[in-house]
């Protein structure tokens, strides 16, 4: 058995955690921002702007990644059930992430809005001006902004479940070797493959 | 599949409290970020809905500044301006803009006559595919000197305490010099007669990376004709965009761009103060309107002049009205582009209104 299986590669890993931050960021900001009348309103907005398309490179790059190395398989004794909502459950999380930055950016060139990355970098519209795709493309990233936290919300949950009570190696397929090694000497799965 | 070192689910509560809490606590920091426990906070929300009138705001049109004309022409740059920011749109040249004379009222229907504060909203597109979005407006000085004092304003203005705006205007004494140019102000006859101010100050960065803080005025080239208070009320309803209309089609109207600079210790952050009367100003160019259009089908309806839709070569300085206005106008755009159909455009393809 390849050792890869066991684990996500180190760029996957690398990967999913700097999108981790970059995610967290992005929703915590979104969502903050458009409460706000005060001067931080325009960094936070430049900001929630440039790591939009960041998050969007980083998640097209990271599907060619899974699309070449795949992911470790669920351990054996997971109920069926359970499998399928993890399968889900990353297919949306793929979607949300591609689809968010692109709906975004939708939504700002259907407003006629400068898109201006790092304060300098300008892209293009995607769309034109349209009042009533404006007004679908913002309902549809707030309505999918608020699903995404709660997918997230789900993940933790359910990494930190395979991690505290069912601790059957899933959650260490996402973290260094090394650390996994001292942390949790009792890898199910490493034991079940030997 | 023995697994010895896997213990079977354990019955210990301990694991599941803590994810719950994990994932409680980050929706509570989700909440608190969001301000729903922050009732205090002044949100676009508060603002756009403060400007209504007691009867609800005007579907599908903007929530300030509700009623104006469209106009297209350009700016004609003299090329003086480069010297003090470094934004194409200074270089000499000619660079198509849109705009739109309009009235501060959030109700479309006002008679031009009643409203006090005239405005003049400008976006100038330059070859690099950067844009100048302005606001500007008639009165000398802003009446409030922040946007909570512009809330406060306007929740006492439209009070039901009769001593409500007393109240405001003695814990707000700056706001008095706005009173006096409101109260002895003539109105006049033209669009094309007013001085539009930007009264917010922005930072102009210069090809050596000096930034200095500016505010910029549109100076009328039309002699101003004010009218009688006592002919006020015989206006039509409409006169200024018939007026405007009337006057562009028999030629271009143009104003003068002046861009005042600030001395050190000038106030930057308070729009209530104005800048002494010598300081350096600069002549950087010419707007010149050629066409009058109705707002319904006319291309500025579309565009929110977002005071902080900046070129390369201007930023916004510690004033906090750019910040708050930027936030409320968008607010105000995504309110009336989702009450589209409730817009009387007149095009063919506009979807009818429904009830």
Redesign the interface.
């Known amino acids: 058995m390849n050792v890869y299986q066991q684990r996500f590669t180190p760029l996957q890993q690398l990967l999913h955690w700097v999108m981790a931050a970059c995610v967290l960021a992005m ?2 900001i979104g ?2 921002m ?9 960094r936070l ?1 430049s900001i929630h702007v440039s790591l939009g398309i960041t998050v969007l490179v980083l998640a097209l790059i990271r599907l060619a990644v899974r699309l070449r190395y795949g992911a470790p398989p669920l351990p ?2 997971m109920p069926a059930g359970m499998k399928t909502a993890a399968r889900v459950s990353h297919y949306l999380l793929y979607i949300f992430m591609i689809s968010m930055p692109l709906v975004g950016w939708a939504m700002l060139s259907t ?4 898109i201006v990355l790092f304060g ?1 970098v ?1 892209l293009p519209a995607i769309l034109s ?1 349209s ?2 795709l ?2 679908f493309f ?1 309902r549809l990233h707030i309505t999918v902004a608020f699903l995404f ?1 709660a997918l997230i ?1 789900l993940h ?2 359910a990494a ?2 395979h991690a ?5 190696g899933v959650f260490q397929t996402m973290v260094p070797a090394g650390r996994a090694a001292r942390s949790h ?2 890898d ?1 799965r490493r ?2 493959r030997a | ?1 023995p ?1 010895p ?3 079977p ?2 019955s210990s509560l301990a ?2 409290v ?2 719950l809490a ?2 409680l606590g ?2 509570a ?2 909440a608190y ?3 729903w426990f922050s009732p205090q ?5 508060k ?1 756009v809905g403060a400007l209504a009138p007691p009867t609800g705001p005007a579907l599908g049109y903007r929530r300030n500044h509700a009623k104006g004309i469209c106009f297209t022409g350009v700016f004609e740059s003299n090329g003086a301006g480069a010297e003090l920011s470094r934004a194409h749109v200074f270089m000499r040249g000619q660079y198509p803009v849109v705009g739109r004379f309009n009235l501060g009222t959030p109700n479309p229907d006002a008679p031009d006559a009643t409203v006090r504060v005239r405005g003049l909203g400008l976006q100038i597109t330059t070859p690099d ?3 100048w979005r302005t606001a500007m407006i008639d009165p000398p000085i802003f009446p409030v000197a922040t ?1 909570e004092h512009f809330y406060a304003l306007l929740t006492a203005s439209k009070s039901k305490d009769p001593n409500a705006m007393k109240t405001f205007v003695a814990a707000h004494p700056e706001f008095a010099a706005f009173g006096a140019w409101a109260s002895s102000a003539p109105f006049n006859a033209s669009y094309a007669e007013e001085r539009f101010n930007s009264l917010n100050s922005f930072i102009f960065i210069d090809a050596a990376g000096t930034e200095r803080a500016v505010r910029w005025s549109l100076l009328p080239t039309v002699q101003p004709m004010p009218i009688p208070h006592d002919e006020l009320a015989k206006q039509a309803p409409d006169f200024l965009e018939q007026e405007i209309t009337e006057r562009v089609a028999k030629g271009p109207v143009s104003w003068n761009l002046h861009v005042t600079v600030a001395n050190p210790g000038d106030p930057t952050n308070d729009p209530t103060r104005a800048w002494p009367e010598d300081r350096r100003t600069v002549e950087v160019g010419t707007l010149v309107v050629q066409r009058i259009e109705p707002e319904r089908d006319g291309p500025c309806r ?3 002049f ?1 005071p ?2 900046l070129p ?1 070569g201007i930023h ?1 300085s ?1 004033d ?1 009205f ?3 206005r ?3 106008y968008r607010r105000s ?2 309110l009336r ?2 009450e ?1 159909r409730y817009y009387p455009r007149t095009a063919p393809s506009a979807p009818s209104a429904k009830p």
Not at chain 2, 41 to 45: E, G, H, K
């Open positions: 929703l915590f969502v903050g458009v409460s706000s009348t005060e001067p931080k309103y325009l907005i054996a004794d407003a006629d809005y400068p300098s300008r001006q009042d009533g404006h007004t913002l936290f919300l933790v949950g930190l479940m505290l009570i069912r601790r059957d000497a009792s199910g034991v079940e | 599949m697994d070192h896997t213990p689910a354990r694991p599941l803590l994810i994990v994932i980050a929706a920091v989700f970020t969001a301000g906070r002044l949100t676009p929300d603002i595919g950067q844009e946007p579309e565009i929110n977002d902080t839709v390369s916004t510690d906090p750019p910040a708050a930027s936030s409320a755009y995504d582009t989702a589209a």
